[in-house]
């Protein structure tokens, strides 16, 4: 028994002994776990694009960058369209809407613009080689009629670089404003009254150059020896000369 005491004891001393581990840093302690988020691809994507400013000194460089981001802002705004009509068709009932309200960076109206603009793209109303650099202004294409759009075309709107006032100005100038005041009305047929008298001058000092006829002093007046002009009876007459 007296030698299981010794052994003990000694074990004992020699463990009070022995070096103590030393102490771990405080920087060494774990940090407690968080989720990482993942990035979206989005995220990913915008990752790998440089924003910073490239150097220009001439007109060209400026311009070739300047066409750079313009593109650019076309393709983003256009997949932001087609992003959320994809969503409109796959999101169960309501939540489309709750995601326009609340998680997008824009409002109702403006998802509609990007929604209408992309549509408009994919099913091949509208060219991506003349879609304007933003949606504000493709938007004001896209809302036009097909009469509208024709017309658009021959006068040379429908171009990249068409801006939003040149589209409206156009617009209202085929749709007339529904109320017309008095004052309007008489500036209207004052001006429809210039162009006419106008354009009548201008027949009068042809009959009176070419023709020897003056409308104002010689057309069926008594006592004047001009012509009295009668379009019908002329016809009929040169007709009948043709056919001899």
Known sequence: MANVKSFMKKVAEQGKA????????????????TTA?????????ASDISDAI??????????????????????????IGRYLNRAKEILPHGEFEAMIESDMPFSVETAFRFRAVAEAVDTGRLSLDVLPGAESVAYQIVTMTPDELERAK???LIRP??????????????RPPKDVTPNDRRRQLLAEYARLSTRMAEVRDELRRDHGIDP??????????GVTIDVEAEDVGT?????S
Do not use: M
């Open 18 to 33: 022995a070096p103590q581990p030393a102490a771990q840093p405080a920087a060494a302690t774990a940090p407690p776990r």
């Open 37 to 45: 988020v993942a990035p979206s691809k989005a995220d990913r994507r």
């Open 54 to 79: 490239v150097p220009c000194h001439t007109r060209q460089e400026f311009a070739q960058e300047i066409r750079y981001h313009w593109n650019r802002s076309r393709k983003e705004f256009l997949s």
């Open 154 to 156: 021959a006068q040379g």
């Open 161 to 174: 670089d068409v801006t939003r006032r040149q589209l409206i100005d156009f617009k209202r100038s085929l």
């Open 216 to 225: 104002e002093h010689d057309h069926g007046r008594p006592g004047r020896t």
């Open 239 to 243: 007709e009948a000369d043709e056919a």
